[in-house]
Structure formats: structure tokens, C-alpha cells
């Protein structure tokens, strides 16, 4: 690429937005940011916007536009609003490279048109290719989009393949593909006690800082689930060929075993800014502000295999990736209700699971190989999460 990589960054001002914005800021010879999204938390919006002087910032509605627009007199960034903006940004003719970072479905159009508009496509919004896989890679494959996973795991597994790697693993003698796992805040509460565990406790994850929603899925470990669903699309894995191992200290962040009995694997601190630093150079490797390890510090690793009663979510995961159709769609969808449910403290931990897994039984299989299937799938996924809800709370 000649001149510098010109970015639009979607989901700017959560958890993965201010770690891009951080290794964006720390080489201005390399990267220039065109366009800035973000939903709510404008003060901090406005503040990058100063800071990196985007071309565009696009926000949720018209209100939030109007209140940003005024804050911004004089920076030269114009204020846009909605889902068009935000698939605008994402394909314009000025961009060369999109950081997909919205969380959850929201993120699906925008990152979508990013794929369509053959942009090199930094993929952090896992949720996207769980509810689309099938839409999305043929996209992918169609436009010949650079796809980059952002991911820990995935990114992971990216590096630990052989460049050469054409979505054949078997071709490339691997045998399977190690997710790792922390196992999150609960891994070793007594299963009794989880029935009283707070929002609060469920987000105090002990290796990584995340958003709220992430945060949730990685105690119950959802969030492993649908990382299982989109390896099986970002490195078409048959789901026998995916396994995931609980590793406490979040150091190997995934690993690739070959049939010579080789396992390569990519280790770091457990901080976003390397994925991020990777994906972003790649091929090149930058200086991602992140300390170097210290194996000394670390002292060990653990591996452990995951208890499905603790993690029912896990099972309910690899329940809808072998389904196929709109399962992974109903899963995602089902799991957002749920999550935000018990978030606003109306639903108890355990009943996250519970809800997933009576909407899956609700909702009639069917076909996903329409972006239109998708987004029904989405709705009835979510229609029977809340029905589930409103049974919970006259019962
Ligand atoms: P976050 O909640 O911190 O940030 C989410 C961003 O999306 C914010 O900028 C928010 O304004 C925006 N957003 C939320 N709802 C929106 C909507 N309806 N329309 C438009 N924008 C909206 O989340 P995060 O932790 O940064 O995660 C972002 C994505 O990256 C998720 O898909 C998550 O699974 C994935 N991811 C995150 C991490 C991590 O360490 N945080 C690691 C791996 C993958
Ligand atoms: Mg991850």
C-alpha cells in the first residue's frame, strides 16, 4: 500500500475502538483515520474527533448528529447519523481499511457493506459472521476482501497457519484448530452459587478489560461458542476439527495442531492491542504498546477441559453450529436478549442459558442463504427470547 492506510473505525468508542485509536495514534506516518463511529458516550466521540480530525462521525440519530455537530464547531469533521451513514462510511472510495467493532448484530450491515465494497475488513464483530456465515464468506470470496481477524483466538490461529493457507486445513496438514478459553470470573465458583451472581461479578473478568455484553459471554462462555461458530467460517473448520482448551492465564491466545504432532501457537499478554497491531501492519509487525512477555513472570500454564454443566452455553453453541441454517442466527440473537436481561438485572445468570436454549427449541429450522433469511432468523430468535422473557416474569 502507497501512502497511508486510510481507516474508517466502527465502534469507535468502546473497548476495541480506543485500543485501535491508541495504536493508530502511536504511528501518524502510517495511518490516517477518515471516518469515526460511535452510539452513545458522544463526549468521548467528540474527543476523537479532535484528537484525529476524521473526515466523518457518524452517530445514532438525528438528536445525538445535532448535539455532536455543535461540539464539534470548527474541527472540520462532518456529523452524520443511522444505519445508511454507517454503511456509507464503511464504503467509501477513500477508505483502504475498515475496523469492524460494533458490538452484536447492529454490526452485521455496516461491516457487510465494508465486505462488499472489497475493503481490507478488520473483524472484531465476532456476532456478524455467526448470524451470516454463509452470506458473508461468499462475499468475501466473491469481492476477494482481505479479511483479518481481530479476535484473540482467531487472530491467534491466523498466525499460527501457513501463509499460504486457502481455506483447505487438511490441505495444510493441520489436524485441528485449540481454541483457548480463560474460563472466565466463574470458572471455579461452586455451580450452586451462580444462581446469585451479580452483573458486576459476571463482568470483572480476570484477564482481559471488554464491554459489558463480552464481558458476560465470557463467564458463561458464549463467547467461546460463537468464537468456536466463527473459526468454523474464518478457516472453514468442520466442528470436529474445533476444540477448546481452558487456559486460566490467557497467554497462548489459541494454538494449531498438525498431523506430524506439531502445535504452533501465538502467545502475548492478554492485551487487545496486538491482535489489533497485527491485523492492522500485516504483513509488517508495529509497535503495539504492549510490554513484552516475561515467561519468568509467568511462572506456568494450565489446561483444563470445560465442565458443560458449568458452561451450558458452550454445548448450546456447538448444538447450533452442527444444526446449521438460522440456528447460529437464533443462538446470537437469543443470547443478546438474555445477556442484556441480566445486565438490567431482570434475569437471573443461570436462566441466560435457559432462554438460549428454549428459543432454539422454538424457532422451525430454516435455510440462511439470504441476507433477508438472516435478519428473519435474527428477529425470531429474538421474538422468542423475549416471549421466554415475559413467561419468566408473570411465572
Ligand atoms: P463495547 O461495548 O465496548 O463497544 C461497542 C461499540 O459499538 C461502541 O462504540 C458502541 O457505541 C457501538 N455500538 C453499540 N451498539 C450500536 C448500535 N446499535 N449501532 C451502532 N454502534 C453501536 O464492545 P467491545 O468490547 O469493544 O466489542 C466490540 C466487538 O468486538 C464485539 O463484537 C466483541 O465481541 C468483539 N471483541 C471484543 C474484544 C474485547 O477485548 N473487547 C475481544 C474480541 C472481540
Ligand atoms: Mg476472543
Redesign the pocket.
Given at each position: 500500500m502507497t501512502g497511508r492506510q486510510r481507516l474508517a473505525i466502527l465502534?469507535?468508542?468502546?473497548?476495541?475502538?480506543l485500543s485501535t485509536l491508541d495504536v493508530v495514534a502511536r504511528h501518524p506516518e502510517r495511518f490516517e483515520v477518515v471516518a469515526l463511529?460511535?452510539?452513545?458516550?458522544l463526549d468521548i466521540l467528540a474527543a476523537q474527533c479532535r484528537r484525529h480530525r476524521p473526515r466523518y462521525a457518524v452517530v445514532?440519530d438525528s438528536a445525538d448528529a445535532k448535539r455532536l455537530g455543535e461540539a464539534l464547531a470548527g474541527v472540520g469533521t462532518e456529523v452524520l447519523a443511522g444505519v445508511a451513514a454507517?454503511e456509507g462510511v464503511a464504503a467509501l472510495p477513500e477508505v483502504d481499511t475498515v475496523m469492524a467493532?460494533?458490538?452484536?448484530a447492529?454490526?452485521l450491515s455496516p461491516t457487510l457493506a465494508a465486505v462488499r465494497a472489497g475493503k481490507k475488513v478488520l473483524l472484531?464483530?465476532?456476532?456478524a459472521l455467526v448470524m451470516a456465515g454463509a452470506v458473508f464468506m461468499a462475499e468475501v470470496s466473491r469481492r476477494g476482501t482481505p479479511l483479518l481477524p481481530?479476535?484473540?483466538e482467531h487472530n491467534a490461529v491466523f498466525q499460527s497457519l501457513p501463509r499460504a493457507f486457502d481455506g483447505n486445513l487438511a490441505a495444510c496438514g493441520v489436524r485441528k484448530v485449540l481454541l483457548t478459553a480463560s474460563g472466565g470470573p466463574f470458572r471455579a465458583t461452586p455451580i450452586e452459587a451462580l444462581a446469585e451472581v451479580t452483573p458486576e461479578q459476571a463482568c470483572a473478568h480476570p484477564n482481559?478489560v471488554?464491554?459489558?455484553?463480552?464481558s458476560v459471554d465470557s463467564a458463561t462462555m458464549m463467547n467461546k461458542g460463537l468464537e468456536v461458530i466463527e473459526a468454523r467460517w474464518l478457516f472453514n473448520a468442520m466442528p470436529e476439527q474445533i476444540e477448546v482448551v481452558i487456559h486460566p492465564q490467557s497467554i497462548i491466545h489459541s494454538l494449531v495442531q498438525y498431523v506430524d504432532g506439531s502445535v504452533l501457537a501465538q502467545l502475548g499478554n492478554p492485551d487487545?492491542r496486538t491482535p489489533i497491531a497485527h491485523a492492522l501492519a500485516y504483513p509488517d509487525r508495529i509497535d503495539a504498546g504492549v510490554a513484552p512477555l516475561d515467561l519468568f513472570e509467568i511462572g506456568r500454564l494450565n489446561f483444563e477441559r470445560p465442565d458443560l454443566r458449568r458452561f451450558p452455553c458452550l454445548s448450546l453453541a456447538f448444538q447450533a453450529l452442527r444444526a446449521g441454517g438460522n440456528a447460529p442466527a437464533v443462538l446470537n440473537a437469543a443470547n443478546e436478549v438474555a445477556v442484556e436481561a441480566f445486565l438490567e438485572g431482570r434475569l437471573a445468570y443461570p436462566d441466560i442459558a435457559q432462554v438460549i436454549a428454549a428459543s432454539l427449541d422454538a424457532v422451525p429450522a430454516a435455510a440462511t442463504d439470504t441476507l433477508e433469511a438472516v435478519l428473519a432468523a435474527d428477529r425470531a430468535g429474538r421474538e422468542a427470547a423475549l416471549g421466554m422473557l415475559l413467561v419468566r416474569h408473570a411465572s
Open positions: 465502534g469507535a468508542t468502546g473497548s476495541i475502538g463511529t460511535g452510539h452513545r458516550r445514532g454507517l467493532a460494533i458490538v452484536g447492529a454490526g472484531a464483530n465476532k456476532e481481530i479476535d484473540s482481559w471488554m464491554g459489558r455484553k463480552i487487545m
